[in-house]
C-alpha cells in the first residue's frame, strides 16, 4: 500500500492512497507574502473526492474551482455545501 500526506498549507492536505487521492480542505490560493505551496486550485487536475471541515474561508476557498477543473462533488457538514453551492 502507498500512502502520502502533503501538506499544502493552513489545514490543506492532499492524501494519496494507492492512487486514489483526496483533498482534506482547499485553501492553497493565498496572499504573495504566505509561504508558497507550489500549487494553486486552478492547478488541480486530478481528485476523487474533497473534504471540507468547515466553512471559513481558510478551509473552503478555492473548493469551487477544484470541483468545476475536476468535476468532483465536495463533501462535508451542511454549512460548506451550501457554501459550495452558492459558489457553482
Do not use: Q, Y
Amino acid at each position: 500500500m502507498t500512502v502520502t500526506l502533503d501538506w499544502l498549507g493552513c489545514a490543506t492536505f492532499r492524501l494519496s492512497v494507492n492512487g486514489l487521492v483526496i483533498f482534506l480542505d482547499t485553501f492553497m490560493d493565498r496572499v504573495s507574502t504566505a509561504p508558497d505551496v507550489e500549487l494553486t486550485s486552478a492547478d488541480v487536475t486530478e481528485t476523487d473526492a474533497l473534504l471540507i471541515g468547515h466553512s471559513h474561508f481558510d478551509h473552503i476557498a478555492g473548493a469551487d474551482v477544484i470541483a468545476k477543473r475536476t468535476g468532483r462533488t465536495r463533501s462535508g457538514r451542511t454549512r460548506p455545501r451550501a457554501s459550495c453551492a452558492r459558489r457553482g
